[in-house]
């Protein structure tokens, strides 16, 4: 009798054992779930800073003081071919993420290289840009 009540506590230590795992794994795989959507929120703030940046390095940033006089800090001192041709390519970027054509990666990817060419261009000679 006594043998046949340890094999039954025995068996109820390791359907407990196994209920408490089958928790733990449903709340884990939930967790990863919730997890996932994550990535997407920090790389759209990512985008967003380095489009700040991107308008900040092409356009300046704009204020106007008390006399009238318009200042444009941040500004970098490029060609203006060169920022021409990188604010079309700015432009064309984002119209095709905002229609859809491009997903968030090659968004974000993109703008990683506009910055990587800013920085080229401007240790460039402005001869060297034609």
Same mark, same amino acid.
Do not use: W
């Given at each position: 009798?006594? +043998?046949? +009540?340890?094999?039954? @506590?025995?068996?109820?230590? @390791?359907?407990?054992?196994? /209920? ?5 794994? =449903?709340? /884990? ?7 996932? =959507?994550?990535?997407?929120? +920090? ?11 991107? !308008? ?22 490029? !060609? ?7 604010? =079309?390519?700015?432009?064309? /970027? ?17 703008? !990683? ?7 080229? @261009?401007? @240790? /460039? !000679? +402005?001869?060297?840009?034609?």
């Amino acid at each position: 009798m006594g +043998f046949v +009540f340890c094999f039954l @506590v025995i068996g109820i230590v @390791v359907a407990s054992l196994l /209920l408490i795992d089958d928790q733990q794994t =449903s709340g /884990l795989e939930r967790i990863l779930r919730k997890a996932r =959507s994550i990535q997407p929120l +920090f790389l759209i703030r990512s985008a967003e800073q380095k489009l700040q940046r991107l !308008n900040t390095l092409l356009y300046g940033d704009i204020t106007i003081t008390d006399d009238g006089r318009t200042i444009a800090r941040g500004r970098i001192n490029i !060609n203006e071919g060169a920022r021409q041709i990188i604010i =079309s390519q700015l432009n064309t /970027l984002t119209s095709n993420y905002e229609r859809g054509r491009i997903s968030l990666k090659e968004y974000h990817t993109g703008l !990683n290289e506009l910055l990587a060419t800013i920085n080229k @261009v401007k @240790v /460039l !000679n +402005f001869e060297q840009i034609k």
